[in-house]
């Protein structure tokens, strides 16, 4: 599970940039949209596509989580706890590197958001989950 997780942090990264041809930090309102993976890198299983919005919900294949953005990281809400990838931007392309990932693994901007279906909750946020 952590390996889909991952991939659907790396859409989220890419969905951050708003520069065309550098490098930025990342904002969260600039992390929402539609991002596909690569499929020449990584591993050839988990979802090829992450929907990143503005409630804070990312979704990937039928998994949804919670993300945030802190400095150049991007944090996954994974098991109850925050787990930090680091997020590098280049136009509409997103890498993602440490946290779970044994390689860096790249996204590209394919599109908006779609809504996330009322039927699914956003996941809790761990800072604000009872223990």
């Known amino acids: 599970m952590f390996r889909s997780v ?7 990264v890419a969905l951050m940039s ?3 041809g550098q490098t930025s930090s990342a904002t969260g309102a600039s992390l929402l949209g539609t991002w596909q993976f690569d499929l020449k890198q990584g591993e050839k299983s988990g979802p090829r596509q992450v929907i990143v919005r503005a409630d804070s919900s990312a979704s990937y294949g039928k998994e949804t989580v919670r993300w945030r953005v802190k400095a150049d990281s991007l ?7 925050w787990v ?7 136009g509409k392309q997103l890498v993602l590197s440490g946290g779970d ?9 394919i599109g908006p958001a779609t809504p996330r279906p009322d039927s699914i909750p956003v996941p809790p946020d761990p800072d604000k989950s009872p223990s």
Do not use: M, Q, W
């Open 6 to 12: 991952s991939l659907v942090c790396v859409c989220v």
């Open 101 to 109: 990932l044994n390689e860096p693994i790249t996204f590209d901007r």
């Open 18 to 20: 708003h520069a065309h």
């Open 75 to 81: 944090l996954l809400a994974l098991g109850g706890e």
């Open 84 to 90: 930090s990838y680091k997020l590098k931007l280049k």
